[in-house]
């Protein structure tokens, strides 16, 4: 018996190795297989696709964007700046500001110098060339108070507006109705978004139905065998799974490459005028963006798949 | 009806057009769910049995077609070895293929495994059709017209499988319109007629009902 080797397996290892084999090879690669057979018919499927996840790619940065603005301007809204007079009497500003602290309507107040008040000025877009074209400082110190309740802005604006220290022409920020008129527009562009979207959706996921029916169609001997023979539901259903899921990674690759170019873009050209303009998109943002489309793809493709198996497949 | 099959038994059914047989046969492989009745494959209640679990009753049941759907960009060996493995995911390739090889012998295919389905005659494609059929040994074989699409020296050679089949053990049940062979094998005959069993003969008579297999 010298000499004779025996290299057996260990069983339970090997049984899972077959397994995965076989299932690598009856699911995956079938799918593979039968995707780019279908290719031809699937194209309407990822064209459809492609531009619902990037439509929906670039509106959900637009509603991030939207949604961070909307949260700023609601910060700004409670806040009531109060212009003071060039030439007001430091006894009259000292006054208003110890009433206004005093005010158990008002959580803070801060004082803002005509310095300041220029600094600000020059890191918003397109005031710094109105800033530096005037030869003197054009604004005005303020006082900057941050309101607890933003219903009491309007009585707050009416007891100061008139006090000597305030400016006459431009006493304070208080615009009536600013805020809501910003929430209806948002509300009013998150609804037609959400809309489009959804119109985008049915017909990417009627487009797809209809490519995994005509390749259900395509294979509806092996099917047939397949189920005669006992294969179990999963494993006929799994490769139209799989297939519908790649024909989604492909529409969300592209989607998400196309995001993540214009968006990646959009913020290199733009530079500080971009974070005005849309707050809170950053490279990171534009990342995740990309990353949520694809994934998208994938959930879309293979949940269309599901929904014509259950109407077309029999069993 | 009443009907009941054996282990290792070889039976005929027969009728007119329409008189049900293929709705049987549907039946005992749960392509059809029955309105009324029960039918019990294999210890399975298969009127009871839910879509998802179809497939363990499937597994029981081998089936032969008139029109033997192999597939046809696989070869014979393929064709059987694939029915094995997509039944059973434990299957290896290597084992897969010695079953395949085997259950091709015994249908005497066992030089042909290499061609494809276009490459054989009727009665070999339905040799392999067969093979495919029992590569995972079940306990009852159906089989629809098998040998509607044969001459009948092949349909004969197909008859002696079915009855090697039976021999060893699976419960055969052939629904055919072939009145010579099922009146010269005189094995179990059951008559149907407008989905009524109206006649059981067992084996080794000679019905005159026999006539009504002629439609």
Known sequence: MAGI?????????????????????????SAARNWVRNLAGTTPAIGSMTLLLLMTGLV??????????????????????VYLRDNAAYQDVDSLWDRLSNDPRVATVTYTSKAQALAHAQSIPGLPALADASGSNPFPASLDLQVNNINDMGAIDGMVRYDLAVDSVTP??????????????VFGLAVAGLAFLCLLGFVA??????????????????ITIMQLVGAPRWMVRGPFIVEGAITGALAGLVAGVVTFGLGAGAITAGSSGFAEFAPGVTVATVVVAAVGVLVAGVTLGSGSSLISLRRHMET | MHLE??????????????AGKTTI???????????????????????????????????RVGVVFQDYKLLPRLTALE???????????????????????????????GDRGSALPHQLSGGQQQRVAIARAVVAKPLLLIADEPTGNLDQETAWEIMDLFSDIAAWGTAVLVATHNVEIVTRLQRRVLTLVDGRLVRDQQAGQIGRMAWLASS
Do not use: W
């Open chain 1, 205 to 222: 996921i009627t487009v797809t139905a209809n490519s995994i029916k005509a390749a259900i169609h395509a294979r509806r001997d092996e």
């Open chain 1, 172 to 185: 304070t920020s208080y615009d009536p109705g600013a805020y809501q008129r910003i929430q209806q527009v």
């Open chain 2, 79 to 109: 064709n059987v070895a694939f029915a094995l493995q997509v039944a059973d995911l434990r299957i290896s390739d290597e084992e897969a293929r010695d079953r395949s090889l085997d259950a091709l012998e015994a249908v005497g295919l």
């Open chain 1, 5 to 29: 080797v025996l290299k057996g397996r260990f069983p339970r290892r090997r049984l899972i190795q077959i397994v995965a084999t076989n299932l690598a090879r009856q699911v995956f690669g």
């Open chain 2, 25 to 59: 046969l549907k039946l005992i492989n749960r392509e059809i769910r029955p309105t009324h009745g029960q039918v019990i494959v294999a210890g399975i209640a298969a009127h009871l049995l839910k879509a998802s679990r179809v497939a363990e009753l499937r597994r």
């Open chain 2, 5 to 18: 099959l054996q282990p290792g038994e070889l039976a005929f059914l027969v009728g007119p057009s329409g």
């Open chain 1, 60 to 81: 959900g940065l637009s509603g991030f964007a939207l949604y961070n603005l909307e949260q700023y301007e609601a910060a700004q809204a409670s806040v009531l700046h």
